[in-house]
Structure formats: C-alpha cells, structure tokens
C-alpha cells in the first residue's frame, strides 16, 4: 500500500554469557557464550535457546548474563588505511 509505513522490531546485537555445572562434575562451572540478532527487552530467540537447553543438554543452567548493542545506522569512515606487504 502507498504510504503505509512499516516499522520492524528493533532488533539488537545481544550476548549472553551462559553458566551451566558440568554433568560429569556438578560442582564445576562451564562457561559458553552466545551471540545473535535478538528483540530487547524480550529476547525471544535467546529464550528459545534457553528452552533447547533446559530440554536437550544435560549440562543444568546456573546463570545467565546479558549484553545488548543497538546496531549501527550510519555510515562509518576510516580515518587511516595501512597497507602491509
């Protein structure tokens, strides 16, 4: 439709670092990092992987930390270029 705008979620560059206790070892904790493109304050697609791994990985989950970034909009220019040989 002619001037009918449509707004898509802002989405961000989000990070989670994952703490989980070892199933051989449940006194040790692991780390394992996760990245991708996720909808704040939500984060629908860092929640279904945490579903997964409640489900699926026998490694139980001990914390959760997250990052979120806007992205970038602009246009970003070099102020120098280097060359190597």
């Not at 898509?8 to 990245?35: G, M, S």
């Not at 493109?37 to 997964?52: G, H, K, N, V």
């Amino acid at each position: 439709m002619v001037g009918q705008v449509y707004l898509l979620p802002e989405y961000r560059l989000t990070t989670a670092e994952i703490l989980y206790l070892l199933p051989d070892h449940p006194r040790l904790l692991q780390t394992f990092i996760w990245q991708d493109l996720d909808i704040a304050p939500e984060f629908p697609a860092l929640r279904r992987f945490l579903d997964f791994w409640g489900r699926e990985l026998d490694g139980k989950l001990h914390g959760v930390r997250i990052a979120s970034a806007k992205i970038g909009g602009g246009i970003n220019f070099a102020d120098h270029q280097f060359r190597l040989h």
